[in-house]
């Protein structure tokens, strides 16, 4: 089945891709061709099966609260596009999510 | 004989004796980059300003008497997907072109401490997805037995710089076949080792549950002189596992009297070349012949891996690559006057290559509401069905063989119309991912001059009865002493 | 009485007492120079692993045992995931299909408006935990109408969310609440919930119904609250604001408003129209957590005497009034004050708990609220409170004595016996030294005498007010009761 127009701004609109009419256009076919490829998976009867969490099966993995000095501010910045008084600069955000 | 002629064990004994010195391990290595690399172009960044200061200090630590380790002297291609710090770290994406880690992958701390000398950050596919590093945002590689086919992918550059000599040994990641397809590509030997046992740390993520790092050389004891180095405990990946480790260099006995060698029909289907199945059988013969028994298994649900992995892998991918967004790190594209969503969607939309945009929409997909269920959800579940298909065959057989990949090495742009045919090739790696094992890919033959891989899969924590398979079948063949010609 | 029902739920994010983050080793502690407290981990950069902080599920297991919770004691952290500058790694570790707390309840004290309060038992949702996220500064702010500013200090810090039902029916009720969270809080030492700096953050989402019906009204969650008063007073104005919707037949808007203290009133966050999916999943970079009897039992051991439960046994046990009970129990710091000051001290009378309990709710306390501290701030430490007391059964001081004596104690910390001694300030109980005072006094007062003896009871006051004077105040006023009632009748 072919994604609307619709499903395929909102999935880009999700995953913040800036994508063109003819960006879209391919992205409705190939999504669409992979998800049909997935419709196998209904076949199987998985109503009695748990989901893998992880295929060992490890518990508890714990850190002792003690504290350390993070990076130095050089390393924290120095990928930084922009960085203004020690911070990272971004185009004003309107408010709070 | 050229020291780039050697393996990675027979340089580190080199060194030790002082018959070399690293830097002329290193030097030697560098003219060969030099020479080769402008044909196989599998670095994104060649370090060898870094590689021979760093030959100099090992020399001078053993010439006072330091032992410098077990891969003291050698020389390593690391994949662009693992953190080097100060050593700009690309992933082969436009994203984090320009991006220089604080800090050192966990695996690169293992390697220092042992001596091993980095002579460069290996090109991938971007962010690790794909199969034929034609998706690296830079260049594709080319496979050194044959500059028009790829290598192989993700890990192409690793396995491509391996195959070239331009370095004895290579670290790949592994999420669905990354290290064991380019190895079958290439006539390499590389192992992804079991979910957990070398830590995570440092790697730049695609599929946290799947991803894992692992050797690449050209024999199967270099493989597990690597192997030695980077398994183990890391405090810093909580799904390492702490355990105690065995020798696996102690492991390549020879013998395969009475192993039990499991083969499943159903890795024999799905597009498997009637070469490739021939060359597979005929190692499974010659692992008969040296004493192992085969036994027939069935796996019902391995079938079902490739649309479970491409649910599984985009879905932890379109979270892990959500961070690329240009605020603190990598590429930011802003035009004037655009707000902060405008920002993220065009820097994301430049800085990422197609497959990966795909990937990550496949991945918001199957993870939004209302699809979760029927996506992930359901994945997770067939997961699940498939390791119990693996728990099973276990039951019955120590190692099982199956082809790597169901081709030889495929012509530059040959698939690129065809995403289907690409993704098919991980066919016979992903089920191992899902289930977290271990499995190795070596040379079994050739077909038109390029090399077939022999898949072996371990049983979790297994490696040792993988290497010393894989050793004893290597050892009474001579696939792995052929070399590609450049 | 309003057409109206009021509906209030709330929404709370504690910061946990660690000393590091959640996930790593850098420091917990958010006010310090822009992004020194970070590393790779809380800075999202490419190939870090979060590691779970042991102290924070403790914590956390804390406050979910005192709430009485449903313990999930397999559960899981999933990713939220959402873009936001101050999240870097664009999505929150959090909890939602597994929290570690389902359900459980704060009992708060309703007032009833004449001085006495009500029980009600507000219910919980889930408690979960999660990570914060760095702190943004807008434009005008930090000198840039165009851009915001990000430090990342405070992100990955622990966090605990505590999600009640729509159980509170009134303002009074949702300051109620807060205040019983906070307390329990601070009881459990879990976060020092200090709401000035963001460590304890309320939330919270209100709906008006026509009494009688059963279905709730649209809700409207109110954020941007950073003390009780905001709280409260954008309860206030948001009621009013959907009474004038309702009432003018309008339909409240299902809307997150944020509070402007300046202006006093609610407003609608201005976000731009997006798609809310957060698209949950389980984190795969940590393992499940399977917390089993021992360590519930370890945990339930770290634990303090809850404040319902301590008051409680103040009334039944130490027979305090309600009134002198609250007093005592309303922070953790002055019960273990009471406590320690009590401890050991006896009093024939029976009379022990009542006699401390004064002196620290009337005299240290007044004191100290007089001076906007705190009482771990005060210099008079439980044990010389209570050698002052003791003092004062000994007969060694008067109280009235005390009192001044108390006073400097509290301004210099000294020992109560010291300052007795150095100022000579113990009670005169020398019968010949006090025989010689009163005839004294009694030759010098000849008209009380003659009042007195005349019958006018009144006098005697005055009699003994002189031996005081006389005295400094040091006599023993049982003493010159008796000595001078002896004279007088000789």
């Given at each position: 089945m072919r994604l609307t127009s619709e499903e395929v701004d909102h999935i880009a609109l999700l995953s913040r891709l800036d994508l063109s009419p003819a960006e879209r256009e391919r992205a409705a076919t190939e999504l669409s061709q992979i998800l049909d490829h997935f419709e196998?998976?209904?076949?199987?009867?998985?109503?009695?099966v748990p989901p893998t969490e992880?295929?060992?099966?490890?518990?508890?993995v714990l850190r002792a609260d003690e504290s350390r000095p993070g990076l130095p501010r050089e390393g924290v910045l120095q990928n930084a596009p922009e960085h203004a008084g020690g911070m990272f600069q971004v185009p004003r955000v309107v408010e709070a999510e | 004989m050229s020291l780039s002629q050697l393996s990675a064990y027979q340089i580190a004994q080199q060194v030790q004796s002082k018959k070399a010195s690293c830097r002329e391990v290193v030097d030697d290595f560098l003219g060969r980059i030099e020479a080769v690399e402008e044909r196989v172009?599998?670095?994104?960044?060649?370090?060898g300003d870094e590689a021979r200061r760093r030959a100099d200090m090992l020399d001078r630590r053993l010439a006072s008497?330091?032992?410098?380790?077990?891969?003291?002297g050698v020389p390593i291609a690391v994949k662009d997907a693992l953190c080097t710090r100060g050593v700009k770290t690309t992933c082969s994406s436009k994203m984090l072109e320009n991006f220089v880690p604080p800090y050192d992958a966990h695996v690169v701390e293992r390697l220092a401490v042992d001596g091993a000398i980095t002579v460069g950050k290996a090109n991938m596919d971007e962010f690790a997805?794909?199969?034929?590093?034609?998706?690296?945002a830079f260049f594709p590689t080319r496979n050194?037995?044959?500059?028009?086919r790829v290598p192989g992918g993700s890990s192409g550059g690793s396995t491509a710089a391996v195959a070239a000599l331009e370095a004895p040994l290579a670290l790949g990641s592994d999420t669905g076949g990354s290290i064991r397809q380019p190895a079958a590509y290439c006539g390499c030997v590389g192992l992804k080792p079991?979910?957990?046992?070398?830590?995570?740390?440092?790697?730049?993520?695609?599929?946290s549950s799947l991803d894992q790092i692992g050797p690449i050389a050209n024999d199967v004891r270099d493989c597990a002189l690597l192997l030695q180095s980077i398994a183990g405990h890391d405090?810093?990946?909580?799904?390492s596992i702490n355990r105690s480790l065995p020798k696996y260099l102690d492991a390549l006995t020879g013998n395969i009297r009475g192993l039990k060698v499991g083969v499943p029909q159903?890795?024999?289907?799905?597009?498997?070349q009637g070469y490739v199945s021939d060359a597979v059988h005929k190692a499974i013969d010659k692992m008969a012949e040296l004493g192992a028994e085969v036994v027939e298994v069935s796996?019902?649900?391995?079938?079902?891996a490739l649309a479970t992995y491409y649910i599984i892998a985009p879905s932890e991918a379109s979270s892990n690559l959500?961070?690329?967004?240009?605020?603190?790190y990598g590429l930011r594209v802003h035009e004037m006057g655009d707000d902060i969503v405008q920002m993220y969607s065009k820097t994301r939309v430049k800085g990422f290559g197609h497959e990966v945009q795909h990937r990550i929409m496949i991945g918001t997909h199957a993870l939004s509401s209302g699809f979760y269920d029927a996506y992930y959800l359901k994945a997770q579940k067939v997961r699940t069905l498939i390791r119990r298909d693996f728990e099973a065959a276990f039951q019955k057989c120590d190692v099982l063989a199956t082809?790597?990949?169901?081709?030889v090495a495929f012509k530059l742009g040959e698939n690129a119309n065809d995403p289907f045919a690409m993704k098919l090739a991980d066919v016979c790696t992903i089920p191992v991912n899902m289930a977290g094992l271990p499995a190795i890919s070596l040379p079994c033959g050739f077909h038109e001059k390029m090399p077939i891989g022999l898949q072996l899969i371990g049983n979790l924590l297994d490696e040792s009865t993988l290497l010393r398979a894989a050793h004893a079948y290597e050892q009474a063949t001579d696939w792995h002493t052929q070399r590609a010609v450049l | 009485m309003s057409k109206y029902e009021i509906v209030i739920g709330m929404e709370v994010h504690a910061e946990l007492l660690?000393?590091?983050k959640q996930f790593c080793a850098?420091?917990?502690?958010?006010?310090?120079?822009?992004?020194?407290?970070?590393?790779p981990v809380c800075l999202g950069f490419p190939g870090s692993l979060p590691v779970l902080n042991a102290k924070s599920v403790d914590l956390s297991l804390r406050t979910v045992l005192a709430f009485d919770s449903k313990i999930n004691t397999r559960c899981i952290f999933e990713r939220k995931n959402y873009f936001y500058p101050d999240l870097p790694k664009a999505y929150q570790v959090s909890q939602r299909?597994?929290?570690?707390?389902?359900g459980g309840f704060i009992d708060i004290d309703v007032p009833n408006g004449d001085g006495t309060s009500t029980v009600k038992r507000v219910g919980l949702h889930d408690v979960h935990m999660e990570e914060d996220t760095g702190k943004s500064q807008h434009g005008e702010s930090i000198g840039d109408p165009d851009s915001s500013l990000i430090d990342f200090?405070?992100?990955?810090?622990p966090l605990l969310e505590i999600v009640s039902l729509?159980?509170?029916?009134s303002v009074e009720e949702a300051e109620a609440y807060m205040t019983a969270l906070r307390q329990l809080l601070l009881y459990l030492e879990?976060?020092?919930?200090k709401m000035e700096l963001g460590r304890l953050r309320f939330e919270a989402s209100l709906s008006l119904r026509p009494w009688g019906q059963e279905e709730y009204g649209t809700r409207v969650e109110v954020k941007n609250l950073n003390s009780m008063k905001a709280v409260r007073d954008s309860l206030r104005a948001e009621i009013e604001r959907q009474t004038r919707i309702l009432d003018s037949g309008g339909v409240v808007v299902q809307q997150t408003m944020l509070w402007d203290e300046a202006s006093g009133t609610t407003q609608p966050m201005r976000s731009k129209e997006q798609a809310h999916d957060?698209?949950?999943?389980?984190?795969?970079?940590l393992v499940p957590l399977d917390i089993d009897s021992a360590w519930l039992e370890r945990v339930r051991a770290s634990m303090p005497e809850l404040p319902r439960a301590k008051n409680q046994r103040f009334i039944?046990?130490?027979?305090?009034s309600s009134y002198e009970a609250g007093v005592l129990t309303s922070s953790r710091e002055i019960a273990e004050y009471y406590e320690a000051a009590l401890e050991g001290y006896t009093k024939s009378d029976g009379g022990a708990a009542k006699a401390i309990s004064n002196w620290v709710c009337n005299e240290l306390l007044g004191r100290v609220n007089a001076q906007n501290s705190s009482i771990a701030e005060a210099k008079v430490l439980p044990a010389q409170l209570r050698e002052l007391v003791q003092l004062i059964d000994a007969g060694t001081i008067s109280g009235k004595i005390a009192k001044e004596i108390f006073d400097e104690m509290f301004t210099s910390g000294r020992d109560a016996k010291s300052i007795v001694e150095e100022r000579g300030l113990t009670q005169m109980s020398d019968t010949t030294e006090l025989e010689a005072i009163c005839e004294k006094v009694i030759a010098a007062n000849p008209k009380a005498v003659e009042d007195y003896r005349g019958g006018?009871?009144?006098s005697f006051g005055a009699l003994v007010g002189g031996v005081m004077k006389e005295t400094k105040g040091r006599a023993n006023p049982a003493l010159v009761n008796e000595l001078l009632k002896k004279a007088l009748t000789q």
């Open positions: 196998q998976l209904k076949q199987l009867d998985t109503a009695d992880h295929v060992l099966p490890v518990v508890n | 172009k599998a670095f994104v960044t060649v370090t008497g330091e032992d410098i380790g077990a891969l003291g997805m794909g199969s034929s590093t034609e998706n690296s050194p037995w044959d500059l028009e079991t979910y957990g046992l070398v830590s995570r740390y440092g790697l730049i993520a695609f599929a405090r810093r990946d909580t799904t159903e890795f024999f289907a799905q597009g498997v796996m019902p649900s391995t079938e079902y959500a961070r690329y967004d240009g605020v603190q082809p790597t990949a169901p081709t | 660690t000393q590091s850098c420091p917990n502690e958010a006010v310090a120079p822009p992004n020194t407290n970070v590393c299909l597994l929290p570690l707390g389902e200090n405070r992100s990955g810090i729509p159980d509170m029916r879990v976060s020092d919930c957060y698209r949950y999943f389980p984190e795969p970079d039944e046990q130490l027979g305090l006018k009871e009144k």
